[in-house]
T-cell receptor, first 107, second 113 residues
Framework: KNEVEQSPQNLTAQEGEFITINCSYS?????LHWLQQHPGGGIVSLFM???GKKKHGRLIATINIQEKHSSLHITASHPRDSAVYIC?????????FGTGTRLQVFP | GAGVSQTPSNKVTEKGKYVELRCDPI?????LYWYRQSLGQGPEFLIY????????DSGLPNDRFFAVRPEGSVSTLKIQRTERGDSAVYLC???????????FGPGTRLTVL
């Protein structure tokens, strides 16, 4: 069983839809990261959180430490949101990554 | 300011050859990480530097892989006797704190023929 699991693996949406990506983990963490990776490989950090909820523009990330679960929400999705979204947990000095959720948003 | 840079962006080599991959972290970042990402997978940890020393090299797959950071800034990942299974995107990230936000470079795509 992977230490970090994401669902769904693939997600297709119509422009404007509300999107949720889930992440569950089984190890102790110092923080949880949500990352975005576009085709070509570049990874951008979206959020780093250790409790509660954070919001940046149309993106919202929540974490429940007791349940070892986090969600990434995208409101009013847009085709430019199409990317792979990766959940990673900080465990001591390194990140442990999920396999990513591939999101495609169609106009 | 400048982000994390990695060179080369692409490297094609033959099985058995030696390769070096370079990472220039954000100026002032003391923590530097190397990850490897195979096609369709999330990145996997290789090694972490705090300053000049390798604080955790538990992710290096075998002794063909070695990394250095002699002056606490630029780091080089060295792979000896490359194998086809080494083909992947090698990512570097840096951080101002050992448990802080990590900033990723664009990666080096290594192809071993």
């Amino acid at each position: 069983k992977n230490e970090v699991e994401q669902s769904p693996q693939n997600l297709t949406a119509q422009e404007g839809e509300f999107i949720t990506i889930n992440c569950s983990y089984s190890v102790g963490i110092s923080a949880l990261h949500w990352l975005q990776q576009h085709p070509g490989g570049g990874i951008v950090s979206l959020f780093m959180l250790s409790s509660g909820k954070k919001k940046h523009g149309r993106l919202i990330a929540t974490i429940n430490i007791q349940e070892k679960h986090s969600s990434l929400h995208i409101t009013a999705s847009h085709p430019r949101d199409s990317a792979v979204y990766i959940c990673a947990v900080g465990n001591t000095d390194k990140l442990i990554f999920g396999t990513g959720t591939r999101l495609q948003v169609f106009p | 300011g400048a982000g994390v840079s990695q060179t080369p962006s692409n490297k094609v080599t033959e099985k058995g050859k030696y390769v070096e991959l370079r990472c220039d972290p954000i100026s002032g970042h003391t923590a530097l990480y190397w990850y490897r990402q195979s096609l369709g997978q999330g990145p996997e940890f290789l090694i972490y530097f705090q300053g000049t020393g390798a604080a955790d090299d538990s992710g290096l797959p075998n002794d063909r892989f070695f990394a250095v950071r002699p002056e606490g800034s630029v780091s080089t990942l060295k792979i000896q006797r490359t194998e086809r299974g080494d083909s992947a995107v090698y990512l570097c990230a840096s951080s101002s704190l050992s448990v802080g936000e990590q900033f990723f470079g664009p990666g080096t795509r290594l192809t071993v023929l």
